[in-house]
């Protein structure tokens, strides 16, 4: 139930087309000159076209990468000393080099876009801005990166962007040559010194073996117990057939005598290789043994460690030198940018709707506002007073 103060939702738009229908003289012109203006100013800009590429980051299969990935955990600050870097800052380096003011500028030369912008600036800079105006670089939903060029020239766009996919990789490629040729002459650096180091070490280690009669542990002591066993031995065996002559015919025999001869030898054997008086032998004395054997183990432990550094920096270095040589194509075009002949620029068809539609909710509005007024006046109410009073401003006439 509506009352007679609140008028419906129908009877209101009634109303209100019913206003416009009496102005419609006044309407027609409100939405038609705006549209025809819009119309003419959208056919005097000149359309624009854009060129798109889509290509993958690069991938990260070159020997810094592997080396980087070696070193690992505690090592990947070290690898970066070194600017061994991953498929992700592979990937920033390339978003770099595209959004670099020396690419930009490299197009801008190029093409001479500054006759063809038409550009009256005083500065670069401005020319730079406008390009960028121009140019996007933004990564899909598959991390692939997408290169946008939009411009009059739909030709001239597809060559714009075939020529950024090439020179960025170009500057990748000299980025990553750069990159390998100061890592290696790091490497290089490293294996002087190591090699050095390591002829310091095997030296240190033959005098080690040469003053201690120290070659191999494991052999010398196995032939050291081996030796002390059969001494102790035959030592046992003597001793036994002493006791055995002393019992039988006593301490004067001949026998007797020279038994306890070969029994002192023997002792006196045993003394001498106890005491480390055999080591010319090769025999070690068992005492120092297991000291001369640290100390054996912790020289030759230095030298095999210096040994697989210099290994792993010679091969290194050598991949190094392989990667500062070739020169690949690191970014591979998946979607390679055409002369796509179709606008993106301007929208006339939706500038020109905007337009009309803005002009009939204003005619409606004058329209609905005169038609009140007019309502207004037959009444003779405050409101139409008022407005008499301020058209009657604008009516005054001069002195």
Not at 253 to 277: F, I, M, N, P
Not at 292 to 314: D, F, H, N, P
Not at 341 to 367: E, H, N, Y
Request: a neutral charge; hydrophobic letters at 40%; proline letters at 3%.
């Amino acid at each position: 139930m509506t009352t007679p103060d609140s008028p419906s939702l129908t009877e209101s738009l009634l109303r209100i087309l019913n206003n416009n229908l009496k102005h419609i003289k006044l309407c027609v012109a409100i939405v038609l000159i705006p549209t025809l203006i819009a119309f003419v100013a959208v056919m005097m800009i000149k359309p624009t076209y854009s060129a798109t590429a889509i290509v993958t980051p690069p991938a990260s299969t070159s020997a810094m990468g592997s080396l980087s990935s070696m070193l690992g955990g505690n090592g990947s600050s070290y690898a970066s000393l070194l600017g061994l870097s991953s498929g992700s800052n592979d990937a920033d380096a390339i978003w770099t080099f595209f959004n670099s003011w020396e690419l930009h500028d490299q197009v801008i030369t190029k093409f001479n876009l500054a006759e063809h912008y038409e550009f009256k600036g005083k500065y670069h800079a401005d020319l730079l801005k406008e390009f960028r105006r121009n140019f996007s670089l933004t990564l899909t939903k598959e991390d692939m990166l997408e290169v946008t060029i939009e411009d009059e020239d739909y030709k001239l766009a597809a060559q714009m962007v075939q020529f950024m996919l090439v020179q960025a990789d170009s500057m990748y490629n000299a980025f990553k040559t750069a990159q390998a040729r100061q890592s290696r002459e790091y490497f290089e650096g490293r294996i002087n010194k190591c090699l050095v180091t390591l002829d310091s070490l095997e030296d240190d280690f033959v005098n080690f073996q040469v003053k201690n009669n120290f070659y191999d542990p494991s052999i010398q002591m196995e032939s050291t117990i081996k030796y002390l066993g059969e001494q102790e031995a035959q030592r046992e065996a003597v001793d036994v057939e002493l006791n055995y002559e002393r019992m039988n015919r006593g301490v004067d025999s001949k026998k007797y005598e020279e038994l306890q001869k070969r029994y002192r030898s023997l002792d006196a054997s045993l003394s001498r290789t106890l005491s480390g008086k055999r080591e010319s032998l090769g025999l070690i004395a068992l005492k120092k043994s297991p000291a001369l054997g640290a100390e054996y183990l912790r020289k030759e432990s230095e030298i095999k460690v210096q040994e697989t550094m210099y290994k792993m920096l010679r091969q290194q270095s050598e991949q190094l030198l392989l990667e500062e040589a070739k020169i690949l194509k690191n970014l591979h075009v998946l979607e390679a940018p055409w002369e796509n002949d179709k606008k993106v620029a301007p929208r006339r068809g939706v500038i020109l709707m905007f337009a009309c539609f803005v002009s009939f909710l204003l005619a409606t509005l004058i329209c609905n506002m005169i038609a009140y007024l007019e309502e207004e006046k037959k009444r003779g109410s405050a409101v139409a007073k008022e407005w008499v009073r301020f058209c009657q401003f604008f009516h005054r006439k001069k002195p």
